[in-house]
């Protein structure tokens, strides 16, 4: 609950961000070209990035 996972295909491990806001569920996210994912909360309405 209120966090993204990020899967490292090398490794096979997971690592968790825990996300800012509670209860937030996300809409859509993409990656950019220097691999931060951008996503859209969609109960919040809020922008958010994990580094």
Do not use: C
Not at 38 to 48: E, F, I, Q, T, V
């Amino acid at each position: 609950v209120d966090t993204v996972s990020l899967l490292d295909p090398a490794t096979g491990k997971f690592q968790v961000f825990s996300l800012p806001t509670r209860n937030e569920g996300i809409r859509k996210m993409i990656v950019d070209p220097q691999g931060r994912l951008w996503y859209m909360g969609s109960h919040s309405g809020k922008l958010g990035v994990v580094q």
